[in-house]
């Protein structure tokens, strides 16, 4: 069962453009929502996090959007540019410490 | 400050071999994780450990076995290798407490043939 559903699976998107990835998930327990970003051949890295008692967040070019009725959050790149090249992954977490991982959102941004 | 290391970076298994990744971490962070990626798959934890001593399952741990003698080191071991467990492997770690950042190390590519 996956608790934690990301789509698209890859998305291309022109310079400049806004890229979107959505995600939603299944239980309410969840408190803590990552997004990491993923270069070919390295780790993930945290991009941004929310948590459940705001609607948005925002830094610089990257913002999360939540909609906790929904259970849905998704993660806006403004002005996508070549260097945001990578794979997205967003997560969810709760008090056990766990950390589930959607499967993952390939963006390609194209001059 | 290193961060969180592991090693080696690439290793090629036949089926039935065991081995350890290593890995190891220089922030004095309680938590550390074990995950495997798999194409299409997302990143799936294999065992975690609050901190010394104590480990736990997660979503995939059968076929890993896991320790944790210090604060430092969180070895995963493959007890027989099979080649469904080709995949890249990537431990992490991250302190006690808010904010819940994790802290990936580079990976290993693990090939089981």
């Known amino acids: 069962q996956q608790q934690v559903k990301q789509s698209p699976q890859s998305l291309i998107v022109q310079k400049g453009g806004i890229s979107i990835i959505n995600c939603a998930y299944e239980?309410?327990?969840?408190?803590?929502f990552p997004w990491y970003q993923q270069f070919p051949g390295k780790g993930p890295a945290l991009l941004i996090a929310?948590?459940?008692?705001?609607s948005e967040k925002k830094e610089g070019r990257f913002t999360i959007s939540f909609n906790k009725s929904a259970k849905q959050f998704s993660l806006h790149i403004m002005d996508s540019q070549p260097g945001d090249s990578a794979t997205y992954f967003c997560?969810?977490?709760?008090?056990?410490?766990?950390?589930?991982f959607g499967t993952g959102t390939r963006l390609q941004v194209f001059p | 400050n290193a961060g969180v290391t592991q090693t080696p970076k690439f290793q090629v298994l036949k089926t039935g071999q065991s081995m350890t990744l290593q890995c190891a971490q220089d922030?004095?962070?309680?938590?550390m994780s074990w995950y495997r990626q798999d194409p299409g798959m997302g990143l799936r934890l294999i065992h975690y450990?609050?901190?010394?001593?104590?480990?736990d399952q997660g979503e995939v741990p059968n076929g890993y076995n896991v320790s944790r003698s210090t604060t430092e080191d969180f070895p995963l071991r493959l007890l027989s290798a099979a080649p469904s467990q080709t995949s890249v492997y990537f431990c992490?770690?991250?302190?006690?407490?808010?904010?819940?950042?994790?802290?990936f190390g580079p990976g290993t590519r693990l090939t089981v043939t």
């Open positions: 239980n309410t327990a969840f408190d803590y």
């Open positions: 997560a969810a977490g709760d008090n056990t410490d766990k950390l589930i």
């Open positions: 929310i948590r459940p008692d705001v």
């Open positions: 992490a770690s991250r302190p006690r407490g808010l904010p819940r950042e994790q802290y």
């Open positions: 450990s609050v901190g010394a001593g104590i480990t």
């Open positions: 922030m004095n962070h309680e938590y």
